[in-house]
């Protein structure tokens, strides 16, 4: 089974500033079918339900502001939110799609600093 | 837009199964380009795949679940199921129901992501 670990656990940002989130796969997310990483992320809000924003690592999902933005390689991965916004506050998860079982990271709690 | 309404009990025996239940409105669920799947967040804690569905019938799962899920599909009621046996405190959870949408197929197997949740039902585990 593929782990996902994301760091930092919790991050403290100020509003308008640079907020950067990592995942690393255990093994790579890479599939050589067509040469695209099958890594999401999501947002969750406390008491809802999870919102996707990103897939093949960096493709926003319809809606999704463009300061949200998504990068990595085969293991290593990073959801940056350009300028904070005061409703950017949650917790941000990665997930891999590449093998099953599909799995999350812990998650990564965002807090305005 | 499609839309998931999850419904069942909060409230489970141990060693009795969970039963729930999501409804999909705005579309179809014979899609060709969805699956349907179950998830669960343990309180405080973070995101567990349960199992997808196709409208075919084809089903997937979380092996760690040791056989004890079953999903289910009624597609004259545009409806599909999650029953979970044999339940402890450790099946205490908020579960979704999630629309897979499906990005990429290649020999037989499909891949995709969580694109539409239900609203979460919290089950807890208790005598």
């Known amino acids: 089974d593929i782990v996902m670990t994301q760091s930092p656990d919790s991050l403290a940002v100020s509003l308008g500033e640079r907020a950067t989130i990592n995942c690393k796969s255990s093994q790579t997310v890479l599939h050589s079918s067509n040469n695209k990483k099958y890594l999401a992320w999501y947002q969750q809000k406390p008491g809802q339900p999870p919102k996707l924003l990103i897939y093949?690592?960096?493709t926003r999902e319809s809606g999704v502001p463009d300061r949200f933005s998504g990068s990595g390689s085969g293991t290593d991965f990073t959801l940056t939110i350009s300028s904070l916004q005061a409703e950017d506050v949650a917790v941000y998860y990665c997930q891999q799609y590449y093998s099953s079982p599909y799995s999350f990271g812990q998650g990564t709690k965002l807090e305005i600093k | 837009q499609q839309q998931l309404q999850q419904s069942g009990p909060g409230l489970v025996k141990p060693s009795e199964t969970l039963s729930l239940t999501c409804a999909v409105s705005?579309?179809?669920?014979?899609?060709?380009?969805?699956?349907w799947g179950w998830i669960r967040q343990p309180p405080g804690k973070g995101l567990g795949w349960i199992g997808n569905?196709?409208?075919?019938?084809?089903?997937y799962y979380n092996s760690s679940l040791k056989s004890r899920a079953t999903i289910s599909i009624d597609t004259s009621k545009n409806q599909f199921s999650l029953k979970l046996n044999s339940v402890t405190a450790a099946d205490t959870a908020v579960y979704y129901c999630a629309r897979l949408r499906a990005l990429f197929c290649s020999d037989g197997n499909c891949y995709g992501v969580f694109d539409i949740w239900g609203q979460g039902t919290m089950v807890t585990v208790s005598s």
């Open positions: 569905i196709y409208f075919t019938g084809n089903t």
């Open positions: 705005g579309g179809s669920i014979n899609s060709s380009s969805s699956f």
């Open positions: 093949w690592a960096s």
